[in-house]
């Protein structure tokens, strides 16, 4: 009878580097899939014992509203751009750490004295870079006002000690009242403007802590098991010459594929919703378990492919 422990999708050994840039899949088996088939009693384990709270993912929910999204940024950016007119009539633009508010309203700390005054109108902008490929952004268009409740005071001094390891200065310290937001996916994407009340509702996600860990070590310690998962979970004549991971969250991850023809973005959702990182070890890891038993047709997809690649430069 088959063991039933085996390494998780996480702890596998290094690929061969001589796969990364096969525009083919691989006739040898990474040693996480050859890992996974010996031990498949514990993928169909693993998938019996999911939390039944854990919601499938529909096609047309495959990635998170531009709200979650702002969300998100909020929460990992650790400083932004503030703008407002200066009393001379000039245009100002000052850099600022700032922590999310319970409702994603930025609270700034301004080192500068005398820049802005309370109930200025003011613009801040904060964006958060992603695997160094990918710069989702949004500014927050409101008023400056200087809290005033201990209760919030003290919430805000523990969630910026949490963040920067450090005591605020209270009297530095500024909110503001979100009137308008404008979010972008990109510097090339469109503009999209978000209800504040969908902002507030909104949740970050809940993999924001160390999504950029995991990408980072899928794509340096399973670069194969990436570029297998590509080929077989869409349908695309494009020739991938490399395949990198971007960004995961709980819905799913995104891909930039490099071709002759240029990059292009692929957004592959999970079968669930996942909500923290043994349920995303887990989703990889069943992930390139069946892409490998596809590609050896051992088994037939049970999954419906993903048809549409965005050019991206």
């Keep these: 009878m088959p063991s039933l422990t085996s390494p998780s999708l996480l702890s596998s050994p290094l690929p061969s580097r001589a796969t990364l840039v096969s525009n083919k899949p691989s006739l040898r088996p990474s040693p996480l899939a050859v890992s996974a088939a010996r031990r498949g009693l514990r993928l169909v384990a693993a998938a019996a014992a999911a939390p039944a709270s854990a919601p499938p993912v529909p096609a047309q929910r495959a990635q998170p509203s531009a709200a979650e999204v702002a969300r998100t940024v909020a929460e990992l950016a650790p400083s932004g ?48 870079r992603q695997s160094g490929a990918r710069t989702p952004q949004c500014t927050f268009l409101g008023v400056l006002t200087k809290p005033s409740d201990e209760y919030e005071l003290k919430k805000l001094s523990t969630r910026w000690e949490r963040k920067f390891g450090e005591e605020i200065d209270e009297d530095r310290l500024y909110l503001i009242s979100v009137d308008r937001i404008l979010h972008m996916e990109d510097f090339t994407e469109d503009r999209v403007w978000v209800v504040p009340s969908e902002y507030s509702d909104a949740e970050p996600d809940p993999l924001r802590n160390f999504a950029e860990s995991i990408v980072e070590e899928m794509n340096s310690e399973h670069a194969e098991d990436v570029h297998r998962i590509y080929n077989i979970y869409t349908e695309s004549d494009i020739q991938a010459m490399d395949v990198k991971m971007i960004w995961v969250d709980r819905l799913g991850f995104d891909l930039h594929v490099r071709s002759e023809e240029g990059i292009f973005a692929v957004r592959i959702p999970f079968s669930r919703q996942v909500s923290d990182e043994k349920a995303v070890k887990s989703s990889f890891n069943m992930m390139s378990h069946h892409a490998w038993e596809v590609e050896k047709s051992y088994a037939a997809p049970e999954f419906e492919k993903v048809h549409f690649l965005k050019k991206v430069r």
């Design 81 to 128: 751009t503030l703008s407002v007119v200066g009393a001379d009539g000039w245009p100002l633009g000052v850099g600022a750490r700032f922590v999310a508010d319970a409702a994603g309203a930025p609270a700034l700390c301004l080192a500068t004295a005398g820049v802005v005054g309370p109930d200025a109108r003011s613009s801040f902008h904060v964006e958060f």
